[in-house]
């Protein structure tokens, strides 16, 4: 089968390659679309993870078709039609003990330390990782599926109640998601905030009343209008600035939901929070949302094909994927298939 291999930085190869004998606890998948995360997108320019010399295969956001089981599997069957939380987790640690997988101990990404991830024409999973979805959910919208639940996830942990007025701080193809999972869920004022135009102009469509770019003029009034009158800030920016107009921002008892992984360390003002009392928490993955997610996608009550900006083939994924990312920021999900007759 053929698979994106990465070797080094900026060394992604289209080759065959063969997958290990199936597992009695692993399905095989015939992958139908795989999104690039903005994680793909950082790692590109990167070594291989710990000083290992084996290429692995990227990709972990994706919807596939199930095309063998091993032998204890007993949920999936041949034939169905899933996608997957890429999150291999041991069962055994204390947060997995208490229902907390996603923040395990030995927690280990798909198709980032694994061997065989996503941009492939087949790969492995384990059955716990597994969902099947509606039939009424075309396979390209179930794709954006992992990103959608990493929003979900967030505004699940969160204090976020119907009625309450919220700020989106970087929307990206996760912040897009959760402006329109706020928008279904009652939210009564939606702001959000990026550096791109376009960007904004999706955010205002999918349901933000007020929408900005930080560092324009525009901005500055903005963020002074806005002090001390959110209820939650969901911050995906990795900005020290957005940390910095979030604590403003948040009215007294506020909450600000850390998401995003930043590259450095965050300083954070305490004496600031203190005075207003304001609750930090983040937020990790997912937890159990993929099934909610798939059901919320295949009503349409989120839209998650507004985030899906171009579609590509697996034998064009560094230039059409992995390069175009690079240079081209207008772009937010952008989708490939390991078959020509998914394309237009």
């Not at 923040?103 to 061997?115: A, E, R």
């Not at 119907?162 to 009652?186: E, Y």
């Not at 175009?324 to 952008?334: A, F, G, H, R």
Request: proline content about 6%; some cysteine; charged content about 25%.
């Amino acid at each position: 089968m053929k698979a994106a291999r990465k070797y080094g930085p900026k060394d992604v190869r289209v080759e065959e390659t063969v997958l290990p004998p199936l597992q009695e606890d692993e399905v095989k998948l015939a992958v139908e679309w795989a999104g690039f995360c903005g994680s793909d997108r950082k790692s590109y320019a990167r070594p291989l993870r710990d000083g290992t010399t084996e290429p692995n295969t990227p990709g972990h956001e994706f919807s596939g078709t199930v095309i063998e089981i091993g032998r204890s599997v007993t949920q999936i069957k041949v034939g169905d039609r899933v996608v997957v939380n890429p999150l291999f987790s041991c069962g055994k640690c204390l947060a997995c003990r208490q229902g907390h997988p996603n923040l395990c101990d030995n927690l280990i990404f798909f198709g980032g330390y694994s061997v065989y991830g996503a941009f492939s024409e087949e790969t492995i999973v384990k059955e716990y990782m597994v969902h099947t979805i509606p039939d009424n959910l075309p396979l390209d919208i179930a794709a954006v599926s992992e990103p959608t639940g990493i929003a979900t996830h967030a505004l699940r942990v969160s204090k976020f109640k119907p009625g309450d007025t919220a700020a989106v701080f970087g929307v990206g193809a996760i912040g897009l998601l959760l402006v329109s999972l706020l928008k279904a869920s009652g939210c009564t004022k939606i702001i959000a905030t990026a550096r791109t135009e376009s960007k904004l102009e999706l955010a205002r469509k999918l349901g933000a009343d007020i929408a900005f770019n930080p560092e324009s003029p525009e901005g500055e009034a903005q963020i002074k209008a806005l002090e001390n009158s959110i209820d939650i800030v969901y911050e995906l920016s990795e900005a020290q600035s957005s940390v910095d107009i979030a604590l403003g921002m948040l009215r007294a008892r506020g909450q600000l939901v850390m998401i995003s992984l930043p590259g450095a360390p965050l300083q954070f003002d305490a004496r600031k929070a203190i005075h207003k009392e304001v609750s930090v928490i983040a937020s990790q993955c997912t937890n159990g949302e993929l099934p909610m997610v798939a059901a919320l996608l295949a009503s349409g009550a989120i839209d998650g094909g507004a985030v899906i900006t171009k579609k590509i083939h697996l034998d064009d994924i560094v230039k059409e994927g992995y390069e175009t990312l690079l240079s081209d920021n207008t772009q937010l999900k952008i989708l490939v298939t390991p078959k020509r007759e998914n394309l237009p």
